[in-house]
């Protein structure tokens, strides 16, 4: 697509459920990154796919969060059992590759998660 | 790993006046630093970028400038204009995925 899609562009779930967070990210790029950004907070990091794997799992926030990419595109982040400070945008971001020449990022509008 | 600060995190200037947000960063294997903007409710918007084997870049009323001895780098934004209101990050990528600095809230009074 011509840029990084995200949905659902807003979520309201109630606390204990679990969310899929779908991102479909520019086509040809094999890096695909997830951040989460609090409401007026900055980006915090959460993982990073290079193709299918994810080398770097630091950022994830505890064991309810996964996420997955299959197929080299599609990613979608996971959190069970939500709670209430997991409120916050999920910006997904693709680029052509990590440590490629002309590395430019490029972010998506994020998915709103609100948990009640 | 990586650790970006930037400053300032608020930053009033008088539309046609010049902005100034400084970054530095840790670790001297980081290459590349872009600048994104993010306006209200939505996702954030390269504006600008440089790689460590260039000073200063300019695209007309932006520029980035870096010093590698020093790891810092400032984007200016001359010429302000109320359309430039919006959240501002830096960040770097070397070896660890794309780190940011915590945003400066630029806003351009009229």
């Known amino acids: 697509g011509a840029g990084v899609s995200q949905s659902p562009s807003n979520k309201v779930t109630e606390k204990g459920k679990d969310v899929e967070l779908r991102c479909d990210p520019i086509?040809?790029?094999?890096?695909l990154y997830w951040y989460r950004q609090s409401l007026g907070q900055g980006l915090e990091f959460l993982i990073y796919f290079q193709g299918n794997s994810a080398p770097d799992k630091s950022g994830l926030p505890s064991d309810r969060f996964s996420a997955e990419r299959t197929g080299g595109s599609v990613s979608t982040l996971t959190i069970q059992r939500t709670q209430q400070e997991d409120s916050a945008v999920y910006l997904c971001?693709?680029?052509?590759?990590?440590?490629?020449?002309?590395?430019?990022?490029?972010f998506g509008e994020g998915s709103w998660l609100t948990v009640v | 790993g990586e650790n970006v600060e930037q400053h300032p995190s608020t930053l009033s200037v008088q539309e046609g006046d010049s902005a100034v947000i400084k970054c530095t960063y840790s670790?001297?294997?980081?290459?590349?630093f872009p600048w994104y903007k993010q306006e209200l409710g939505k996702g954030p918007q390269l504006i600008i970028d440089?790689?460590?084997?260039?000073g200063e870049k300019k695209d007309q009323r932006i520029a980035v400038t870096l010093n590698k001895t020093a790891k810092h780098f400032s984007l200016h934004i001359t010429e302000t204009q109320p359309e430039d209101s919006a959240v501002y990050f830096c960040?770097?990528?070397?070896?660890?995925?794309?780190?940011f600095g915590k945003g400066t809230r630029l806003s351009v009074i009229a």
């Open positions: 670790d001297s294997a980081s290459n590349y």
């Open positions: 960040a770097a990528i070397g070896n660890t995925p794309l780190v």
């Open positions: 971001a693709s680029s052509l590759g990590w440590k490629v020449s002309g590395n430019t990022i490029y």
């Open positions: 086509s040809g790029h094999t890096a």
């Open positions: 440089i790689r460590s084997n260039v």
